[in-house]
């Protein structure tokens, strides 16, 4: 009876997770036919890590990297996308998003759900090098969607070159540094060819 309410638990947790899919996020696919929704999200910047570990500038632990990255935007269910540029009252957003934790993983059975959400708040705190590196894929996808699709939502939400380094630059260069210096020029020939130059 108990592994059978340990499944029954598990798969709830599962067939709530899909809900993740119908999340639309601000940034466009990269074809441009449709937003990107989170569930796209999340498994793309697992892929990211998966791919670019060498890029961290710690000794990071991949798999829970990973596993991170699979988990991180969970909470999107309850409280939707925030896009990074824009206007946003952070305090309530980390409360909406500690409840959302709270209800989501307390779906899965207790130990799973005590181990996830660690997971969950050790990427939100961004302390560990294996977290540092977490939110520097998380942070630079975007951009690289953004360059890949001649500045995709950047002109839509009026981001300049100095919003962009400070609000994403420093967090990708924390844990890969060497993404960002090779994003930097690219930036700066969209931004200059686009009139949008600051700094």
Do not use: C
Request: hydrophobic residues 40%; glycine residues 6%.
């Amino acid at each position: 009876q108990r592994m059978s309410d340990r499944l029954a638990a598990q798969i709830a947790f599962l067939t709530e997770a899909d809900k993740l899919k119908s999340v639309y996020r601000a940034t466009n696919v990269l074809d441009g036919h449709r937003k990107e929704d989170s569930g796209s999200h999340s498994w793309n910047i697992a892929l990211y890590a998966l791919i670019l570990p060498e890029q961290a500038n710690k000794d990071i632990k991949l798999d829970r990297v990973i596993r991170m990255l699979l988990i991180h935007d969970l909470v999107e269910i309850d409280v939707g996308d925030s896009p990074i540029h824009g206007d946003h009252d952070i305090t309530a957003m980390e409360a909406a998003e500690s409840a959302a934790a709270d209800r989501i993983f307390g779906l899965l059975p207790d130990d799973q759900a005590v181990e996830l959400r660690a997971l969950w708040n050790e990427f939100e705190a961004a302390e560990s090098d294996d977290a540092v590196f977490a939110k520097s894929i998380d942070r630079v996808q975007p951009v690289i969607g953004n360059l890949e699709t001649n500045g995709g939502t950047w002109p839509e939400y009026n981001v300049t070159r100095e919003q962009l380094e400070d609000r994403v630059g420093w967090k990708v260069a924390k844990g890969a540094p060497a993404i960002w210096e090779h994003l930097k020029a690219r930036i700066a020939k969209w931004f200059s060819e686009n009139g949008q130059l600051r700094n």
